[in-house]
């Protein structure tokens, strides 16, 4: 009798193995491969639009592609002016985030002028309903489909032609042609690109909400991503009401921009003017806290790096952070050792983003180390103190992107004095601020000293 044959398949990459291996050999991430039936798949590579011969750039007559406003303004944000026809958008994020809610208000909104559905693999028609009802959704009209299956969806999809559908969550549905299990890699890969091929064929816009983090801890995020047109993910921590969306892969607008929401009893706020929001309410002056005027997209945004520094119980001292980079938090504090003279090899080291907010940019590099060395001297630093600036690893302070932009956040809130790459300093200082340029280190370091 012949063995019934089984692949390993990468839950993170969706790579695939004969045999079984601690390590995806694609991917690299450990304990992901798990087993499944090898299946002869439907051809996978039919292409997304019908090809004509070849083209000359210059001749193809390229439409400029019409906008679907959602109706919340932190949500165009973030996709770059709305929808577009035939786009397919990712949401992901942690369950309870809030995908869900915000899909549905958008629906809302969008439903007074265009076409809608939405499918719901999660919920029953009763607790999307109910939801509606919470948000004071009533009088809005929006079509509903609880389905899980693929080629219902699909069919209902080219019968109804709506011109924007949400699809609530990819991870639960499944296609017949395919035997494993509904969320398996095989599944929700089949799926999304089953779906992708009816947007781009059809013109609908597509929203596919999935179950994932950004550190994919659930099937093929990966995958994905290079399926759709738009991945963005919901960001926040759950205890604070606020909700961020961030893009983090759009062929129709700009990445890295930030939808700002809080969490009401009635849904989803947008905040128009998030800047202030993630400085901690405290005015006391305490030791290991710096404020950085980070630029988030278009808009710039100051957030409260918070330092501790205290001697390492082991000999191997901890380097933690909430909202940075460790690895750039490694480098710093190299660099604070070499060209600035202050040794952290015999301290634990924790930093954090006040609010539940990710920093990316090296921008914030100057405010980390500003917040380690007022913890080390147990010395605060001024209130109404800002910093921004990238520290390269010759202790040079870098300039950074839109440096007249940060500064003039920072004087409308009120910070009147702050230390910025000299590189960055505008001719024109605004009102009632005094702004020291650096260009080294050490500068920045002898500053403190005179405070
Ligand atoms: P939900 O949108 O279902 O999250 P997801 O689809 O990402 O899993 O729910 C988000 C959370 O928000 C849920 O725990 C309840 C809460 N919530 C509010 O605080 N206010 C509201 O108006 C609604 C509808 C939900
Ligand atoms: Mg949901």
Redesign the pocket.
Known sequence: MSKEKTIYVCQACGGQTSKWQGQCPHCLAWNSLTETAAESGPARFRPLAATGGIQRLTEVQARETARLATGLAEFDRVLGGGMVEGGVVLLG??????????LLQALAAMSARHKTLYVSGEESADQVAL?AR??GLTDADIPLLTEIRLEAILATLTAERPQIAVI?SIQTLYTEQLQSAPGSVAQVRECAQSLTRHAKASGTALVL?G?VTKEGALAGPRVLEHIVDTVLY?EGDTASSFRLIRAFKNRFGAVNELGVFA?????LKGVANPSALFLARDTREVPGSCVVVAQEGTRPLLVEIQALVDSAASPNPRRLTVGLDPNRLAMLLAVLHRHGGIACYDQDVFVNAVGGVRINEPAADLAVLLAVVSSFRNKPLPHKLAAFGEVGLGGEVRPVQRGQERLKEAAKLGFSQVLAPRANLPRQIPANMSVQGVGTLAEALAYLRDL
């Open positions: 994020g942690d369950p309870g985030i809030g995908k869900s809610t915000l939801r919470r948000l609530d909400v179950h919901f969490m009401t009893d009635r849904g």
